[in-house]
C-alpha cells in the first residue's frame, strides 16, 4: 500500500495487494461485500487545504469513485454531503465518518436518483445542511452488461438513463441556482465513452451523452464563472463491476487491456477531482480527464 497519493513507485505493481475475484452480489452492491476491499485513500490520502471552506455534494458516495472523492474533498478542507441507495446505508456510515474524522460536516442523503423529486429535495437538503453549495459532482452510475442486445429489455435501459443521465440532468439544474462565480461542476463519464465494450452499449452510450452534455454546459456557464468538466475513468475497482457490470468470471482479468496491466483503485480517481475542484485548474472548461491506466481515446 502506498505512503500517500504523493509516493513515488511503480505504477504496474501500485495496489498489487488487491487481487479482484470472480464475484456477483445482489443489488446495487456494497463495498463490505467486496471480495477483495476497495483503496478509497482510507489510508492514503494526503489533504492539503486545497479546497478549504468548499461545500461539496457528491451522489453515489458511498462507496467507489464517489466515496474516495469524499474523502479527499474532506481532507482537503470540504464540509461533504452524499447521496446514496437506502440498501447501501452500511457504507455511507463509514465514509460519513471519515469525512467528520478529518474535521469537516459530513451529511447523509439516501435515496434513489431516479425519481425526479428526490433529486430536486436532495440538492435543498444538501444546500440546507451545509449552508450553501459550490462543488456538484454527479457521479452515481448504473452499469449492467448485457451479452444479446435482444435481451435488453426497456426497463434496464430505462433506468440505466434515468440513473446516469437524467439524474444528472435534474440534479444540475436543482442546484445552478444555487451556484456562485468560481463553483465547479463535475461529471463521472467513462472510458466507454471512447471504447464501448458490445455488451455495455446502453451504459456506454449514458456515458458519451454525459461526456457531450458536460462539454455543452460548460460553454453556457463558463462565462457566469462556473466551471464544467468531466472525468473519465477505465476499469475500476468498485462494486459496481461484480453487480452486473462485468461478467462475474471476467472480473480476475478486467484491466488486463491498459497499459498498465490492472484494474485502477478510486484512490486513483480522488486527485483528479479535488484538482478539477480547486483553483488550481481556473482555466480548464469543458475538460474530459482521463484516468483510465492508459487506454488511449481521441
Known sequence: MSADQYAFEDPTQKFADITPKAQYL????????????????????????????????????DSGIGAAVAIAYAREGADVAISYLPEEEEDAQKIVALV??????????PGDITDREFCTQLVEKAVSE??????????????????DFLELDDENFDETYKTNVYAMFWITKAALPHLVPGSTIINTTSIQAYQPAP???????????INTFSKGLAMQLAPKGIRVNAVAPGPIWTPLQPAGGQPSDAIPDVGSQTALGRWGQPAELAPAYVFLASGESSYVVGETLHVDGGMPTP
Open 100 to 109: 467528520e474524522a478529518a474535521g469537516r460536516k459530513a451529511v447523509a442523503l
Open 130 to 147: 451545509l449552508g450553501g453549495l459550490d462543488i456538484l459532482v454527479n457521479n452515481a452510475g448504473k452499469q449492467q452488461h448485457v451479452e
Open 26 to 61: 445482489e443489488g446495487a452492491g456494497t463495498d463490505e461485500e467486496l471480495s477483495s476491499p476497495a483503496d478509497h485513500g482510507e489510508e492514503t490520502y494526503r489533504g492539503s487545504g486545497r479546497l478549504e471552506g468548499r461545500k461539496a455534494l457528491v451522489t453515489g458516495g
Open 199 to 209: 455488451m455495455l452499449v446502453d451504459y456506454a452510450s449514458t456515458k458519451a451523452a
